[in-house]
C-alpha cells in the first residue's frame, strides 16, 4: 500500500518565477492538505482540498494555489515567487468519511529554494 | 485563537535516559484533538499518537506513553529508555473540533532530540 507521494523532492528557483508541486494521496484518501515547513519550524497550514474544491486556506497570500483531481491527487502552484517561499513543501493526505478520525498522513516533502 | 507551544526548543540525553518532551495548548473548542508526530531527517512526518479532548486516559505503546491533561492543557510525551534511533524532531499539534470542517493541524515549533550512544 502506497503512502503519500511527492515529486519533485528538490528544487530550486529564482525570484520571480513560479512553482507547481505534485501530490499523491494515501489509497483510500480524498483529502489533500498542504503545508509549508520553513527551516526551524513547525509546519504552517496552506490550505486543503477535498472534492476537487478548496475547503480551507491557512494565512497565504493568493500568490499560493492549488488543484486537486478526479483521483484525489493535488498540485500547489506559487507564483511570483520570493526569497521566503524557500522551505519544506509537505503534502497530507486523508480519509474524510464520517465516523473516520481524519488523521492525516505525511508524505516526504518537496524541498523548494529560492535564489 | 489556537496556539501550541513546546518550549524546549532542543534536548540532549545519553542513550537510556528517560526523556518528556512538553506540549501546552491553547484552544476554545470544547472538543479538540492533540496529535504528536515524529520527524526524522528525512522530513516526513510520522504520526504517533491522536487523544481526543474527551479522553484522558493516558496511554503507553512500548517506551512511548503519552499524560493528557486538561486541568493544565497540556499533553507531554514520554520515551523511556531512549536509544540513538529515537533522534529527531518531535512535534505537538492540535485540531479544533466541530468548526474546523477541513481539519487544519497547528502545529507546536517542535522540540529537537538527541540521543547520544
Known amino acids: 500500500d502506497a503512502g503519500v507521494t511527492q515529486s519533485p523532492t528538490h528544487l530550486i528557483k529564482t525570484r520571480g518565477q513560479q512553482v507547481t508541486l505534485r501530490c499523491s494521496p494515501k489509497?483510500?484518501?480524498?483529502?489533500v492538505s498542504w503545508y509549508q515547513q520553513a527551516l526551524g519550524q513547525g509546519p504552517q497550514f496552506i490550505f486543503q482540498y477535498y472534492e476537487e474544491e478548496e475547503r480551507q486556506r491557512g494565512n497565504f497570500p493568493d500568490r499560493f494555489s492549488g488543484h486537486q483531481f478526479p483521483n484525489y491527487s493535488s498540485e500547489l502552484n506559487v507564483n511570483a515567487l520570493l526569497l521566503g517561499d524557500s522551505a519544506l513543501y509537505l503534502c497530507?493526505?486523508?480519509?474524510?468519511?464520517?465516523?473516520?478520525?481524519?488523521?492525516?498522513?505525511f508524505g516526504p516533502g518537496t524541498r523548494l529554494t529560492v535564489l | 485563537a489556537q496556539k501550541v507551544t513546546q518550549a524546549q526548543t532542543e534536548i540532549s540525553v545519553v542513550e537510556k535516559e528517560d526523556v518528556t518532551l512538553d506540549c501546552v495548548y491553547e484552544?476554545?473548542?470544547?472538543?479538540?484533538?492533540l496529535f504528536w508526530y515524529k520527524q526524522p531527517p528525512s522530513g516526513e512526518l510520522v504520526f504517533l499518537i491522536r487523544r481526543n479532548s474527551f479522553d484522558e486516559q493516558n496511554e503507553i505503546s512500548g517506551r512511548y506513553s503519552w499524560n493528557f491533561q486538561k486541568s493544565t492543557s497540556s499533553f507531554n510525551f514520554t520515551i523511556t529508555a531512549s536509544q540513538v534511533v529515537d533522534s529527531a524532531v518531535y512535534f505537538c499539534?492540535?485540531?479544533?473540533?466541530?468548526?474546523?470542517?477541513?481539519?487544519?493541524?497547528?502545529f507546536g515549533q517542535g522540540t529537537e532530540l538527541s540521543v547520544k550512544p
Open positions: 484552544t476554545r473548542d470544547t472538543t479538540y484533538y
Open positions: 499539534a492540535l485540531r479544533g473540533g466541530i468548526y474546523n470542517q477541513g481539519g487544519k493541524l497547528i
Open positions: 497530507a493526505s486523508s480519509f474524510s468519511g464520517r465516523g473516520a478520525y481524519n488523521e492525516q498522513f
Open positions: 489509497s483510500g484518501h480524498d483529502t
